[in-house]
């Protein structure tokens, strides 16, 4: 089992940074792991992901902005959140999916999500 917290969202004008945490209980091996949102009355939407190799995968609605990259050593994952935008608003989960060989969009354990609000 492995356990996922997220932490550093919070509430910002447009136009600026936040940077998110996950710490996971654990690393499994090669891995994949990603971030996702939900903003209000929609669906949960992937954001980014990074595999153990170092390979990334971004939404276009976030590519330019957004940076995803881990620290093995401390077991963390980062969404770095730039030039933010009110349709950024949303809660982010970060997720992880062990002992694959890429990342395919399926993910066994999620964290329980941190609330980013962007205001106009």
């Known amino acids: 089992q492995v356990q996922l917290v997220e932490s550093g969202g919070g509430s910002v004008q447009t136009g600026g940074s936040l940077r998110l945490s996950c710490v996971a209980s654990?690393?499994?091996?090669?891995?994949?792991m990603g971030w996702f949102r939900q903003a209000p009355g929609k669906e949960r939407e992937g954001v980014a992901s990074?595999?153990?190799?170092?390979?990334?995968s971004y939404a276009d609605s976030v590519k330019g902005r957004f940076t995803i990259s881990t620290d093995n050593a401390k077991n963390t994952l980062y969404l770095q959140m730039n030039s933010l935008k009110p349709t950024d608003t949303a809660i982010y989960y970060c997720?992880?999916?062990?002992?694959?060989?890429?990342?395919?969009?399926?993910?066994?354990?999620w964290g329980q999500g941190t609330q980013v609000t962007v205001s106009s």
């Open positions: 990074i595999h153990s190799d170092r390979s990334t």
């Open positions: 654990a690393f499994r091996g090669r891995n994949c």
């Open positions: 997720a992880l999916e062990p002992w694959v060989q890429y990342c395919s969009g399926g993910f066994t354990y």
